[in-house]
C-alpha cells in the first residue's frame, strides 16, 4: 500500500496540482523542484522517500509524496485512490518513470524484465489517464496536461535495447489514443529526449561517441526537457504531439 506524507487540507481550490511519476531522481526530481518553485503543488509517485526528495519535502510543504510499488497493481490502484479521495482537481500528469537497461543484460530474467517494462512504460501510464482523466478535466488552468516521456529511440529503435524501445513506442502510441479519448479538456502530448543528461556509468569514450552523433554536441540538460515542458503548457494549440528534444541527434 502507498502511503503520502503530506497533509492535502492545506491544498488551494485554485492551485494548480501536478502528478510525477518516477520523482526520486533525474528528471523527475528537478520537474518537482522546479514546479514547486512556481507555485504548484506536486503529487511525486516514488519508491522510497529518501535522499533529495526527502530534503525537497522539508524544503516545501506542497511537495506530497505517495510511496508506491510501481510493480505491483495493488499499491497503484491504492495510490490511484489516495490521489482521487484527496484531490478536486489535477492539472498536470507528467509520465516519467523509466527502466533503461540493454536486452543482453536479462537473458536469464527475459520474462521477468519484459514485464517490468510493460508495466512501468505502459501499464501505469494507462492506468493513470484512465483513472485520473477526470480530474484533469477539472483543471484550474485552461486545460489539464499529460505529457509522456518517450524516447528519440520510439521512432527509430536501438537493437542493444529492443524491450526498451518497444514499450517506449507503446507509451508513445497510448498518448495519441488518450489524445482522442480526452479532448478537448486535456491535451496529451510526448517528448522525446536524446543525451540530455549521461548516466553515471557512461564511460567518457561512450559519452564522446554519443556526442559525435548530435547535431549540437553537448549535453541538454533537464533544463532543456522543463523548457520543453512548458512550451507544450502554455501552448493551448497542441495536443496529440511529438517534441523532439534531441540536439538533432534523431537525424544522424
Known sequence: MPYSLAATSSVSSEQPVAFITGAGRRLGLHMSRALLAQGWRVIVLTRTREGELAELAEEYSALDIVVCNALSDSSVNAAIEYVQEN???LDFLLHNASIYERDNAHEADFSEFYDALYQIHMK???ALNRALGPLLEKSVRPSGNIIHITDIYASNPNQEYALYCSTKAGLENLMLSFAKRLAPKVRVNAI????IKFLPEHSNN???QVLSETLLPIEGGFEAIEKGIEAILTNEYITASVLKIDGGRSVT
Open 87 to 89: 484531490y478536486q482537481h
Open 124 to 126: 501505469l501510464p494507462a
Open 192 to 195: 522525446q529526449p536524446g543525451p
Open 206 to 208: 561512450e559519452q564522446a
